[in-house]
T-cell receptor
Framework: AQSVTQPDIHITVSEGASLELRCNYSYGATPYLFWYVQSPGQGLQLLLKYFSGDTLVQGIKGFEAEFKRSQSSFNLRKPSVHWSDAAEYFCAGSSYNTDKLIFGTGTRLQVFP | NAGVTQTPKFRVLKTGQSMTLLCAQDMNHEYMYWYRQDPGMGLRLIHYSVGEGTTAKGEVPDGYNVSRLKKQNFLLGLESAAPSQTSVYFC?????????FGPGTRLTVL
């Protein structure tokens, strides 16, 4: 069955530190992959997406993600975290571009000053 | 361009009551979706639609019904609400590039 897994439920980092959020997928073929961010009480904002081509994808707010087929991973990274990045982050996948999304369970990021 | 809007934003129901959540999009998208979000479980697909007049079941469809009578609207109905349906409900519509999400409806069933 298709699935998206986020192994880390909660991550805490200091402001200015680097960040990596993990995402693993299980699909028969290469899926379309997305990272969304949700601030408390808010909706979902798309950070970046991967459809094909260059495996390093740049997104908004200084985030990037790297697609690694050999590891079935699509990890989200940011070189220097800001306090405003504290939020919940969701990885999601779909079989094609308009297909329904399968979400991971989310990673809550806490940022200490 | 309002994008995806949801009505209402908050609602409290008693067990057994019924209600309808309205999702509207002004982007002329064919595909629309209803998800529910519960703590520790991410978002799970309830029902979806690939065009006007069509609907299909998602991962957690039990206790919900949907209708897509107009292309721009996707309605989610709860015929007899249960406490297990306490959740935040998100609607989305899809272009060829990505899904656009509404702001959510927080529903509490007592």
């Amino acid at each position: 069955a298709q699935s998206v897994t986020q192994p880390d439920i909660h991550i805490t980092v200091s402001e200015g530190a680097s960040l990596e959020l993990r995402c693993n997928y299980s699909y028969g073929a290469t899926p379309y992959l997305f990272w969304y961010v949700q601030s408390p009480g808010q909706g979902l904002q798309l950070l970046l997406k991967y459809f094909s081509g260059d495996t390093l994808v740049q997104g908004i707010k200084g985030f990037e993600a790297e697609f690694k087929r050999s590891q079935s991973s699509f990890n989200l990274r940011k070189p220097s975290v800001h306090w405003s990045d504290a939020a919940e982050y969701f990885c999601a996948g779909s079989s094609y571009n308009t297909d329904k999304l399968i979400f991971g369970t989310g990673t809550r990021l806490q940022v200490f000053p | 361009n309002a994008g995806v809007t949801q009505t209402p934003k908050f609602r409290v129901l008693k067990t057994g009551q019924s209600m309808t959540l309205l999702c509207a999009q002004d982007m002329n998208h064919e595909y629309m979706y209803w998800y529910r979000q519960d703590p520790g479980m991410g978002l799970r697909l309830i029902h979806y639609s690939v065009g006007e007049g069509t609907t299909a079941k998602g991962e957690v469809p039990d206790g919900y019904n949907v209708s897509r009578l107009k292309k721009q609207n996707f309605l989610l109905g709860l015929e007899s609400a249960a406490p297990s349906q306490t959740s935040v409900y998100f609607c989305a519509s899809s272009s060829l590039e990505r899904q656009y999400f509404g702001p959510g409806t927080r529903l509490t069933v007592l």
